[in-house]
Each structure stands twice: as C-alpha cells, then as structure tokens.
C-alpha cells in the first residue's frame, strides 16, 4: 500500500460495493473510451477496464504511475489501457484529441469527429471547480462526467436548497447532472473531514452556444453573481452601456421579476437574458 499523499489531496476508496457504485453510476459501455482522472491504486480503473473498450488514465504521482504501471501490465501491453504522468489541469485542450490517434470505424464520434470518451475519476475535492470548467469548455468534452466530489459541492450542482449558483448553472448549460448517492467519509483512507457523494453530468453538448457565444453567456453570469445579496438587475447595471431600461425590458421579455437575485435564475433564463442583451450593449462587440 502506498502512503497519500495530503499535497495531492489523495483520499483511496477502498470499499468494493461503493467503486461498483461509481462505476454502475458511469454507465459504461464495451463501446465506451473511458478518461479516469486520478487512478491512485487503481480500485475503480480494474472495473472500468473490466466494463470499457479502453481505459487512459491520468495521474500525477509518479508512484502511483510506476505501481499502475505493474499492476496493469497485461492491460497495458494489450493496449486497452495508457497511463499519463500527467497534471490534468496543466494538460492543454488539444490533448483530449490527441490522444485518440488510433481512430476505428467502431468507436463513436461526436459532432467534430473527434473520439467521444466518458471522463470518470475520484478526484481530489481541491481540483473540482476547475476540472469541470475544464473538461465542460474543452473544444472536444466528454460525453459524460462522473466524478466523487465533496457532498456540499453535489448538492450545490443540484441546487437541492432551491438556489442556483455559479456552478449550477454552468454545469447545467452544458449536461443533465444526477445524484448518485452519498459516501461516507470512513469508506476512504486517510478518512477526511467531509462526507463525499457521486455525481454525475449527462448528455453533455455544446449545442446552446452554437447561436449564443459561451465567452459572453459566462460574462453575464459572472456579473450576475457578483454581490448575491444585491438584485441581480442592479448587478447588471455593472455592464458597460447598459442602462435600467434596456434591463428592465430584457426581464419582461424573459419573465424574469425585477425582484429576482441570481440564485433565483434557471439556466434558460440566463440563456434568455443573454440573447436579449446582445444588442443592447458595445459589451457584446
């Protein structure tokens, strides 16, 4: 057993009923190139190899590369799995093609030709926000993400207090997110101090910002967000050249109340509000 390391935020599952969970939860199929981002021992790569075509693990700890390394080297060696010594964050977008050279008629393509790959991983809590931003805007996404996260982070993505949030809906302008269910935190060593949960992003497309541009829909957002106590037609104003009028027009053409706060907003709402100011402003220019 390899120690974990707390700079890397390594927390191992251990408990077979939970990694069968995970890996039910992915919804893998035979047909199905899978991304698993932070393998550790890898628990939850032997049941994605076990269920996948073919399984590219990244991991940045260069120990637990060289015990992968061992540990799957049938697998390996039969090319159903590649391992990266690799910092997902720092891995650039080209990447996710990349790496799919060897290219079969069988496998799936989405829309750009691309490979379609699902991205599942137990990934350190402290890259969440990132990795999904990440993985959401990449040119190429995953066709779907499941990942364990902290139990807070999941029912914040699910909005189960009524509440959106900056995460919620950037999630939710891209895929479908589900619950999985909750772990507690004695299934992982080290145990840590947060319960965690099994999330998952569906259907994941771009296809909202082929009319709308996903730089400015994430501007708006942003703006909208930046003093919650505030309403958002007064954080609005915030944008430049845009006045209470062309607002207050948007809101009703969107049946959105003047009285409204970000958190109260749906994703098409915020899609709504988006298409109606792009003439409104040079902030859209």
């Known amino acids: 057993m390899i120690e974990a390391k707390k700079s890397l935020g390594q927390n191992f599952l251990k408990d077979k009923g939970i990694l069968k969970k995970i890996a039910d939860f992915a919804q893998i199929e035979k047909t199905d ?81 691309s490979i379609a790959y699902k991205l599942v991983g137990n990934i350190p809590y402290y890259i969440t926000g990132a990795l999904f931003k990440k993985a959401l805007e990449a040119e190429n996404p995953p066709q779907s993400i499941t990942f364990v996260v902290q139990k807070e982070v999941a029912e914040r993505v699910m909005a189960r207090d009524g509440k959106e949030s900056i995460l919620s809906v950037s999630i939710k302008a891209y895929g479908t997110p589900e619950f999985g269910g909750v772990i507690k935190a004695g299934s992982f060593n080290p145990k840590p101090k947060v319960d965690s949960a099994i999330l998952a992003i569906r259907n994941i497309s771009k296809d909202r910002f082929i009319s709308l541009s996903e730089k400015k829909f994430f501007e708006i957002l942003k703006t909208g967000f930046a003093h919650k106590r505030k309403l958002l037609i007064k954080n609005l104003t915030e944008i430049s050249n845009l006045d209470i009028s062309d607002l207050k027009i948007s809101f009703e053409k969107c049946g959105i109340s003047e009285k409204a706060r970000a958190e109260d907003l749906k994703t098409q709402d915020w899609i709504c509000l988006t298409k109606n100011l792009l003439p409104s402003s040079e902030f859209w220019h």
């Open 33 to 113: 190139v899978v991304v698993e981002v932070g393998p550790g021992e890898g628990t939850l790569t032997e049941l994605l190899l076990e269920r996948a075509l073919k399984v590219i693990a990244i991991e940045k700890d260069e120990r637990m590369v060289a015990f992968l390394q061992e540990k799957f080297k049938k697998e390996i060696e039969e090319n159903k799995l590649k391992i990266f010594n690799e910092d997902v964050l720092e891995l650039p977008d080209e990447f996710f093609s990349i790496f799919f050279e060897e290219k079969s008629a069988q496998r799936e393509k989405n829309s750009s030709g």
